[in-house]
């Protein structure tokens, strides 16, 4: 009877740290993604798409979402090293947002890494990219 009771006890313990593990792995399951569009060579554009994602990184919190802007078309010319809006990609990279360029775009300008901000990435086609993400679950902003 004892050893029963230790049983139950053991069992009913773990069900309990299972049932307590739930929610983190919901939580993370249910984490908000948005890949947003930048293909404008336009720092208004830019900056709104910069404040876009700052606010929601305000108001969901910044560990409940991912952001990740993808730039391609002349809307890579704000991510080179000496743009307009330099300082706030900078930032925006620091808040933990994606901030890609597209490499076609680059090799069709004629551009290299060295051009480019130094804290940006890089993906193969901005346009795949952003498909990609739209199929992995992620919400499709075109500010």
């Known amino acids: 009877m004892k050893r029963l009771n230790t049983l139950g006890a053991l069992l009913g313990g773990a069900l309990l740290l299972g049932a307590l ?4 792995a919901t939580l993370a399951a249910d984490k908000s993604k948005m890949v947003i ?3 404008e060579n336009d720092p208004a554009t830019w900056n709104l798409a910069l404040n876009n994602a700052r606010n929601i990184q305000k108001d969901m919190g910044k560990d409940n979402v991912e952001l990740e802007i993808v730039a ?3 809307g890579i010319n704000m991510l080179k090293a000496e743009s307009e809006v330099a300082n ?3 930032e925006t990279v620091d808040s933990g947002v994606s901030v890609m ?3 076609n775009t680059m090799r069709n300008q004629k ?3 060295e051009d480019m901000h ?3 990435g890089y993906v193969a086609s901005g346009v795949v990219e952003i498909m990609q993400r739209q199929k992995q679950g992620y919400t ?3 500010p």
């Open 37 to 39: 569009q930048v293909s």
């Open 72 to 74: 391609f078309g002349p």
């Open 140 to 142: 499709y902003l075109r």
């Open 101 to 103: 360029a597209c490499q």
């Open 111 to 113: 551009l290299d890494k």
């Open 21 to 24: 593990a739930l929610p983190a």
């Open 88 to 90: 706030r990609i900078g």
């Open 118 to 120: 130094a804290k940006v």
